[in-house]
């Protein structure tokens, strides 16, 4: 099985090791090409940090730790899509090899078996639920720590939501990124598909990608795979000091400054979220923003919507949240008077119920005289046949 321990280790092997393994060569200031596959490197523009022992790739601004760096060579390299766990396995493997080790199935290094790694374990990259130290890990625990970077699989399926992480066209009824294009355009065989490509740019509709926004906002998307759920997951950073903490704490968050929001990619809007119990604002990045609304959802897709129409708003990660936020607004938060919230929940029965209880929380607030400054509030009267506002922010999108 795979602990938390054992993934710590896995991130402190030396990353030489599993460059060397792929001849993935550093140039004389220590770079390299940017190892993910849908990034065509050709100069050296990721760096290496031995005291962080990640790299991060100024070109696209990937952060990196071992098991992204070998998951992401896998694929680049040689064509193979390696889950999470398989990844340790083989990292362990390498490691014990470039220590004078076997580098078999039968791994004898005292290190790994201490922290729990057992080779003839768990192989359906579903961790096990009881911990080295006899504990059942929490599901927060299986679930994030089974959980990998993101693919083009996943990135359809937030395409086919209207959300668009990186500068994308849409075209026909299709999501084209602008990299890709572009990557596609220098490698176009003939005129005609030259021509096609160049007229999605010229025809179709121009996105601004929200990836950096989510970063400002300490937002990492993921997937997971778990119990015969194939989810997506956002993971959420309360306390990071710099942007680069969610990307190497990812495997091993704890649950008092992190939390995770799972949603099946199978259209049966199954969601829970994991770990502490909060919402977080989405208005980092955002500054420019002259417009003083700030959308008030229930969900992270539905903040996500704002955001691409360059909107601030709030996720509450969950209805059950929303006591937590009336809270927050009743004695931390100060009103100004640049400012006005949009409650923007579901259109179904909990939906309609929080909506009320939030405007009579903003009622309550302004009617009370030690207040000096109220709040200005609204709410959003996007159409009845949509089930959300991300369902309507799709239909502006491929309508």
Not at 42 to 54: F, L, V
Not at 117 to 138: D, E, L, T
Not at 154 to 175: A, C, K, P, Q, W
Not at 292 to 320: F, H, P, V, W
Request: proline share 3%; charged share 25%; glycine share 10%.
């Amino acid at each position: 099985m795979i602990d938390i321990e054992t993934i710590k280790a896995v991130k402190a092997v030396d990353m030489d090791i599993i460059l060397d393994e792929f001849n993935w060569e550093k140039n004389r200031y220590g770079q390299i090409r940017c190892p993910h596959p849908d990034h065509d490197d050709s100069t050296a523009s990721c760096s290496c940090s031995s005291e962080r022992n990640t790299c991060r790739c100024f070109g696209c601004g990937e952060t990196f730790d071992t098991i992204d760096l070998y998951q992401c060579l896998c694929g680049k390299v040689n064509g193979r899509a390696v889950p999470f766990y398989r990844a340790v396995e083989e990292i362990l493997k390498l490691e014990d090899m470039a220590a004078g080790g076997s580098g078999g199935t039968g791994m004898t290094n005292s290190s790994h078996q201490a922290n729990g790694y057992q080779p003839g374990g768990n192989r359906s990259g579903q961790p096990n639920a009881q911990a080295s130290n006899g504990n059942s890990a929490s599901p927060y625990e299986m679930i994030v720590g089974n959980s990998r970077p993101l693919t083009g699989y996943e990135l359809n399926y937030l395409h086919g939501r209207g959300i668009m992480l990186y500068d994308s066209y849409v075209h026909g009824g299709e999501v084209h990124t602008a990299q890709g294009i572009d990557k596609a355009l220098r490698t176009a065989a003939d005129q005609n598909e030259t021509d096609r490509l160049n007229g999605i740019k010229a025809k179709g509709t121009f996105y601004k990608g929200i990836a950096p926004i989510l970063k400002a906002n300490r937002i990492q998307i993921r997937h997971n795979y778990w119990e015969g759920v194939n989810s997506i997951l956002y993971l959420i950073d309360y306390e990071a000091v710099d942007e680069d903490d969610l990307c190497l704490d990812q495997f091993y968050m704890d649950t008092e400054r992190h939390m995770a929001v799972q949603k099946s990619l199978d259209g049966s809007r199954t969601k829970r979220a994991l770990g502490a119990s909060g919402f977080n604002f989405i208005t980092q990045g955002m500054e420019h923003v002259r417009n003083k609304d700030i959308y008030i959802c229930e969900g992270m897709e539905d903040a996500l919507s704002c955001a691409m129409n360059g909107i601030r708003s709030i996720s509450l990660n969950s209805i059950a949240n929303l006591k937590s936020l009336m809270h927050y607004l009743s004695e931390e938060h100060v009103p100004r008077r640049d400012e006005r919230f949009i409650i923007c929940f579901d259109h179904d029965e909990a939906g309609r119920k929080a909506t009320e209880e939030l405007k009579g929380f903003f009622e309550s607030y302004n009617q009370n005289p030690l207040k000096r400054q109220g709040y200005d509030y609204a709410a959003c009267n996007y159409p009845q046949q949509f089930h959300d506002i991300n369902d309507y922010w799709k239909s502006r999108v491929f309508g």
